[in-house]
């Protein structure tokens, strides 16, 4: 039922990948979990080795590689089962708003450092008062001269205390109409008036250094302006396919590892005589059967460039809903094992349950399905 | 919906509630959940209040109504401190139905006064209680006990432990299956911890293993022990019910707080149809388990131990908690995600609840059993 054709050469990147992971990553997982951070040191390694922006091209110092890359890249970090080394949001999501809107300046200067890992990014969007109602932000940025003068708070950012930069989205107090008054900014670390808050205690993603960002008079040059002026909504909206369809790929492949790890342990314990068990597993499987030819359907049409929002919507409610599903099915399989952190869907079913919420909420991915098909 | 709750019963919630809402601080719940210490203090308090053990007063039947209503009120200001209270005393009706007069100053006093600390230890295969192998054979007036018991909650913690085990007598072969208290500081018991949890973290577990362990013959609390045991269950299933509900109605209230005080799109988002529905599905699942377990708990206060409503209660109870949790956090957003709301933790609770023994699949069994009864 395989749609994606995998070449030699992918499979030779994943390999890598697969050895880096268990040998760099696995060991490390639990002393990263109770850091609340995965050391830079890290993400460097992974830039040394290729795996970050797999699919920069060549001039901006990256592998020239394509979306299977990053496909393959959500499917061996879901398959260490941690959530912390979001690289995902750093290559497939950030760096993207970078490629697509940069000027050949602000490419050359950044781009590279994302490729090495020198320079992690995170995208701020969410505030305490703007989640799914992004043009309510509050965040402000005002023309002074030849800077940005930025003032407001971020929250729930991903990377929030290891970002080096961060492509942040401010509105123009002046502006009439909220989704035209909104642009995009690089911000790097180190500026003067942007400051991280600590990592935020959460019920997943341990080790993934969520933070809020705060800007108080915090001056950038108007060359960091990214794309164009008040055109940030747009572009926003542009990128958030790839957003959510690299959310469907990661939450599938760990839907898969979770059914594997329960069905060896049932067998294990010979507990597949149950014919509940049984069924359960069977209905699973159909599930994730179904949802991943769907999901690599997307990934065939995205890699066509087709504007794929309604499916992409679909794919990322059905895909993360499906995840939060089977880690509470599995766990109810696995009984009282399962109510130790010893078990590992104890920490997917924590980790997981974040992904129906965040990159827009399932309610509004209903929302865009229901605006653009059945209105 | 308020139930038909006696003057005294109203006042127990209400002591109940005020007790929770002064008492549990907010970030020492977070601090004792991020650690997995268990919350001493307040568990003192509790006891002093008369608040530990409400439903074991002395009389002849148990007023189990009493402790739904703490377990409740406890539960929903805090899922963690609340249980926590709650656990000390497993095993408690055990003694109280069956100890005599010693039994009952020396072993359960002290968990009423919350001076001590029990935990029954009967698991031995997580599906049921039928696979005993833990083995005792008495001689001379002493019991020696070798076998394994797992997820014993509160090992760690507890001053005793009621034990579930066979036992043989020199001039009888057969083996009984029985009950017999521990004391914890008896040679030959090993604590193994089990690790972080994914819920109930102010609870320790850990599997208990006795090897050769030499007890006092007058510790034996019941010989053939599996009327009393099958009762026993019943009530656990009630208080465990409890212990759902409260930690539905707590994840429920925080939600719906937020709900009305979150401002998108211009309105409070509990004015959104879909927000509303999802809150009349919380409330009316969190009624029909409250309806459910008060029934089942009047049942037994009128001495009627059947296990078909307990079991139902149960099941009822621990699916509307992870359901209601689900949304709750679904409802908050980011926030919920965050252990700094509470509800994170709640729907942690209200998962390991509905795991571990008797899991759903081993209560659907017990309401098979007597709803289809024999097939000829």
């Known amino acids: ?375 | 919906m308020e139930l038909n709750l006696t003057r005294s019963q109203k006042e127990i919630q209400k002591a109940a509630t005020t007790f929770a809402k002064g008492e549990f601080d907010k970030d020492l719940a977070l601090n004792l959940d991020k650690k997995g210490r268990f919350p001493e203090e307040i568990w003192k308090k509790a006891a002093e209040l008369g608040l530990v053990g409400i439903h074991i007063d002395g009389d002849k039947e148990l007023s189990l109504v009493d402790s739904v209503i703490v377990a409740q009120s406890l539960c929903a200001v805090d899922s963690g401190i609340g249980s926590s209270i709650l656990s000390t005393t497993s095993g408690a009706e055990l003694l109280f139905m069956d100890g005599d007069e010693n039994f009952r100053s020396k072993y359960l006093v002290p968990l009423l006064t919350g001076d001590k600390v029990c935990s029954f230890a009967y698991l031995e295969s997580e599906k049921n209680l039928q696979s005993t192998n833990t083995r005792a054979y008495l001689q001379d007036g002493v019991v020696t006990l070798s076998g394994s018991k797992l997820y014993v909650v509160n090992a760690e913690i507890a001053d005793y432990f009621i034990i579930l085990c066979l036992i043989s007598l020199k001039e009888e072969p057969s083996e009984n299956l029985s009950l017999i208290v521990v004391d914890k500081n008896t040679d030959g018991i090993n604590i193994r911890p089990l690790g972080e949890k994914l819920g109930f973290r102010m609870n320790p577990v850990a599997n208990v293993d006795f090897s050769e362990a030499k007890i006092p013959a007058a510790n034996i609390l019941t010989f053939n022990c599996e009327s009393k045991l099958k009762k026993y269950l019943a009530i656990d299933h009630i208080l465990k019910a409890s212990v759902a509900i409260g930690i539905a109605k707590g994840a429920f209230l925080r939600a719906l707080e937020y709900t009305k005080l979150r401002k998108q799109f211009g309105t409070a988002i509990a004015g959104f149809q879909v927000t509303k529905h999802k809150i009349a599905d919380m409330d009316t699942q969190i009624q029909t388990a409250n309806l459910l377990t008060f029934q089942a708990a009047q049942n037994i206060e009128n001495g009627n131990y059947d296990d078909l409503p307990s079991a139902q209660a149960l099941l009822t109870a621990s699916k509307a908690a992870v359901y209601v949790c689900d949304e709750a956090v679904q409802l908050m957003g980011g926030y919920g995600y965050m252990a700094e709301y509470d509800v994170e933790r709640f729907y942690r609770d209200a998962k390991a609840l509905e795991i571990t023994y008797p899991s759903c699949s081993a209560l659907k069994d017990i309401i098979a059993n007597k709803v289809i009864g024999k097939i000829k």
């Open chain 1, 1 to 375: 039922m395989e749609i994606l054709k995998f070449s030699e050469e992918h499979l030779a990147f994943e390999k890598r990948l697969e050895a880096f992971i268990d040998f760099e990553v696995i060991p490390n997982i639990q002393k990263w979990e109770k850091d609340k951070i995965v050391p830079k040191s890290v993400w460097r390694q992974l830039g040394e080795n290729g795996f970050l922006c797999p699919n920069l091209p060549k001039k901006y110092g990256g592998t020239g590689g394509d979306f299977l890359h990053s496909v393959l890249v959500a499917k061996q970090l879901a398959r260490s089962n941690f959530n912390g080394l979001a690289t995902f949001i750093h290559s497939d999501i950030v760096v993207p708003y970078i490629e697509a809107y940069g000027t050949e300046k602000q490419l050359n200067k950044y781009l590279p450092g994302c490729v090495t890992g020198d320079i992690i990014t995170a995208v701020g969007m969410t505030e305490p008062d703007s989640g799914s109602d992004l043009a309510s932000m509050n965040t402000t940025a005002v023309e002074d001269g030849d800077s940005f003068v930025i003032n407001g708070t971020k929250t729930f950012i991903s990377n929030g205390v290891n970002c080096d930069l961060v492509v942040l989205a401010a509105i123009n107090p002046e502006g009439d109409n909220p989704h035209k008054a909104v642009s995009l900014f690089l911000v790097e670390d180190g500026t003067k008036g942007f400051t991280k808050g600590k990592p935020l205690e959460k019920m997943g993603w341990k080790s993934q250094d969520t933070a809020e960002l705060f800007f108080s008079d915090c001056r950038i040059p108007k060359e960091n302006l990214l794309g164009s002026q008040g055109n940030g909504f747009k572009m926003l909206m542009a990128k958030l396919q790839q957003e959510r369809l690299i959310c469907s790929v990661s939450a599938m492949y760990f839907c898969e590892n979770m059914l594997k790890w329960t069905v060896e342990y049932l067998k294990n314990k010979g507990a597949l005589n149950s014919q509940v068990a049984r069924f359960a597993l069977s209905e699973m499987g159909t599930e994730i059967t179904v949802g991943n030819v769907y999901m690599e359907k997307l990934v065939e049409e995205h890699m066509k460039k087709e504007s794929i929002i309604v499916e992409t919507s679909m794919g990322k409610y059905f895909t993360t809903d499906l995840v939060k599903r089977i880690s509470l099915r599995c766990l109810e399989l696995i009984g009282d094992f399962g109510s130790l952190e010893e078990c590992p869907v104890a920490r997917t079913f924590r980790d997981s349950r974040i992904t129906s919420i965040f990159a827009g909420t399932n309610e509004i991915m209903k929302e865009i399905i229901a605006k653009f098909s059945y209105s």
